[in-house]
């Protein structure tokens, strides 16, 4: 990807849509030396989600569009990102679809981040489905964005162990543990590809 000269980090936009924990990972992340990336912008598709406050606390522009029409938010969204010079997306708990156009436009440089071993259990509700199945195994993934739903190159995985125990709760709580870790991880081998 793009090669970084002196301290000029690749423009970043964050999409959100509830509690934006790995939002919060990023921005920390962001803010180290090593990071290729800074933290310009957050994009909400739920004016509620609680990961907006981030924009407070750290003091960066955010923006909520609700995608009701979904063509129209997003040819704003495109002049927003285009205004704000944002090079790069890093999607993190965003549940909408992004349309092919829009993919295209940021070809290669959309990550998303998935709480499953990709290309097992795509979609929603995977932890109860890796429960369901008595996986032994679960984990997080994240990939590049195509215009398939989470079938883009894989970056790269994280495996945790499912225990006896385990509940979608609990098993949300680890692997999200280790979602905080992965995605700067990613990035940082993205910017060394
Ligand atoms: C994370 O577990 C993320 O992997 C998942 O939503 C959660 C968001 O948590 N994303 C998806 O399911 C996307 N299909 P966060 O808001 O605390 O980062």
Do not use: W
């Not at 004016?47 to 009701?68: C, S």
């Not at 894989?154 to 680890?174: E, F, M, P």
Request: charged residues 25%.
């Amino acid at each position: 990807m793009a090669i970084l000269i002196g301290s000029n980090k690749v423009r970043t936009a964050v999409f959100i849509s509830g509690s934006g924990s790995n939002l919060k990972s990023l921005i920390k992340f962001s803010k180290t030396r090593q990071s290729p990336i800074s933290v310009d912008l957050i994009i909400s598709n739920n004016p509620k989600a609680k990961g907006l406050n981030y924009a407070k606390i750290f003091k960066i522009k955010k923006k909520v569009y609700n995608f009701k029409n979904k063509s129209l938010d997003e040819s704003r969204l495109l002049s927003t990102l285009k205004r704000q010079k944002i090079d790069m997306i890093c999607l993190a708990g965003f549940m909408k679809i992004l349309t092919k156009n829009f993919i295209k436009k940021f070809k290669g440089k959309i990550l998303n981040i998935h709480p499953s071993l990709l290309p097992k259990y795509k979609g929603l509700n995977t932890h109860q489905r890796a429960l369901k199945n008595n996986e032994k195994y679960s984990g997080c993934t994240v990939h590049f964005v195509n215009s398939k739903l989470d079938s883009g190159k894989i970056i790269i995985q994280k495996k945790i162990k499912i225990s006896k125990n385990d509940t979608k709760v609990s098993l949300a709580r680890k692997i999200l543990t280790q979602e905080h870790k992965i995605y700067p991880k990613a990035i940082l081998k993205v910017f060394s590809l």
